[in-house]
Nanobody, 119 residues
Framework: QVQLVESGGGLVQPGGSLRLSCAAS????????MGWYRQAPGKQRELVAR???????NYADSVLGRFTVSRDNAKNTVDLQMNSLKPEDTAVYYC?????????????WGQGTQVTVSS
């Protein structure tokens, strides 16, 4: 099992920046990938950014060039630096880890943190 705890988030004006951080505990040595998803009201949860064990990353097209995902293996954390924020970035952001489960690989989720971009 993997436990994830997020921090950061809050209210920011358009064009501003925020940094989200997620601390992992449990069977962290077996995690294949970590990253961030978000869910806006009335919309499905979507991938924002993800980093794999080998260091490769992928991003949603909508955040390319503005968001950066990073992972600190020594601290067992994954961060999301968000710059040039837009109102459409407003959502609940969830930390995600993909790793072994009881039967098959599975997703693990944090509790979510609200990000609101508004003037």
């Amino acid at each position: 099992q993997v436990q994830l705890v997020e921090s950061g988030g809050g209210l920011v004006q358009p064009g501003g920046s925020l940094r989200l951080s997620c601390a992992a505990s449990g069977r962290i040595f077996s995690i294949y990938a970590m990253g961030w998803y978000r869910q806006a009201p009335g919309k499905q949860r979507e991938l924002v950014a993800r980093i794999f064990n080998g260091g490769s990353r992928n991003y949603a097209d909508s955040v390319l060039g503005r968001f950066t995902v990073s992972r600190d293996n020594a601290k067992n954390t994954v961060d999301l630096q968000m710059n040039s924020l837009k109102p459409e970035d407003t959502a609940v952001y969830y930390c995600n880890a993909y790793g072994p489960g009881p039967i098959a690989p599975m997703d693990y989720w944090g509790q979510g943190t609200q990000v609101t971009v508004s003037s």
